[in-house]
């Protein structure tokens, strides 16, 4: 390794002036660590970008995507009207529903609670008249 093999990157990613790039070219000639980390660069390279669409794929892509794309953002303003309404209302349905709800649990767990003391008042009267046998 020398001064010269630091600017690997820069050759490798074409951030070199021309005579630069002539200049390290020579020096990759000679340079085993260089053309080993060329070979690396380039590896990694092929793995990171996969090979480009061809054109006339991707044309038919971004032509199937566009309208939908255009759909979306015509529609999100109205989507969220929508939306907005539909909470808004759901809220305003649950205000008076959910009071009715815990108005019918009130008088639900009321009687619930009634039924309930008449079979415990009836237990202990059970239980008075069992004690009073013995
Ligand atoms: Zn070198």
């Given at each position: 390794m020398n001064k010269e093999c630091?600017?690997?990157?820069l050759y490798f990613y074409g951030e070199m002036e021309p005579q630069q790039a002539a200049a390290f070219k020579q020096h990759l000639l000679h340079?085993?660590?260089c053309q080993?980390?060329?070979?690396?660069?380039?590896?990694?390279q092929a793995a990171l970008v996969p090979p480009a669409a061809p054109q006339q794929l991707a044309e038919q892509v971004l032509a199937q995507a566009r309208p939908a794309r255009r759909w979306?953002?015509?529609?999100?303003?109205a989507l969220a009207l929508v939306l907005l309404l539909g909470v808004g209302g759901l809220f305003w349905r649950m205000?008076?529903?959910a009071s009715a709800f815990s108005d019918d649990g009130v008088s639900f767990m009321a009687s619930i609670s009634a039924e309930a003391d008449e079979e415990y008042n009836s237990f202990v009267s059970d239980f008075e008249a069992f004690e009073e046998e013995f």
């Open positions: 630091e600017n690997l990157a340079c085993k660590d080993r980390e060329m070979a690396f660069l380039q590896q990694m979306t953002w015509l529609f999100a303003p205000g008076p529903s």
